[in-house]
């Protein structure tokens, strides 16, 4: 079957696509600046308690692969991600420690869903009536 994950009171599986780029969408993202947005990236997801399943940069943008928990909204985790990820660049890559005005992604972001598809979920209410009742299948076409 599927792996939930679970919390107090709640099981879930909440996956989402996440893109979102530098700022003015500058070709910044290869070489050893990749590697370590990489790190840095994951570092930050693990901190929080966000799952990266994958990760990939090109060299004028970004996308990850995250499981979330319901606990945290997908805006409050882009927005974690996108400001700690840009003053840790600032400092550890680009080497400048100002204090403010430690700008390195643009301001928005993309993001969609990854769920269960759809046959999937139609086969689990067929055999959801099948398995509360103990009876044969129904069917309500």
Request: with cysteine.
């Amino acid at each position: 079957m599927h792996d939930w994950d679970s919390l107090s009171h709640v099981r879930w599986d909440c996956k989402y696509h996440v893109v979102f780029i530098p700022k003015y969408r500058k070709k910044v993202l290869y070489g050893r600046v990749r590697q370590e947005v990489g790190e840095i990236l994951h570092m930050l997801c693990r901190q929080r308690g966000v799952v990266k399943l994958e990760g990939h940069a090109m060299p004028d943008h970004i996308h990850l692969c995250l499981s979330i928990p319901p606990k945290f909204s997908v805006s409050m985790v882009v927005g974690f991600l996108k400001g700690k990820s840009a003053v840790r660049i600032h400092r550890e890559i680009l080497h400048e420690r100002r204090l403010t005005g430690l700008h390195f992604w643009a301001p928005g972001y993309c993001v969609s869903t990854v769920g269960l598809d759809e046959r999937t979920i139609r086969e689990y209410i067929k055999q959801q009536e099948k398995l509360e009742t103990g009876q044969g299948e129904l069917d309500f076409k």
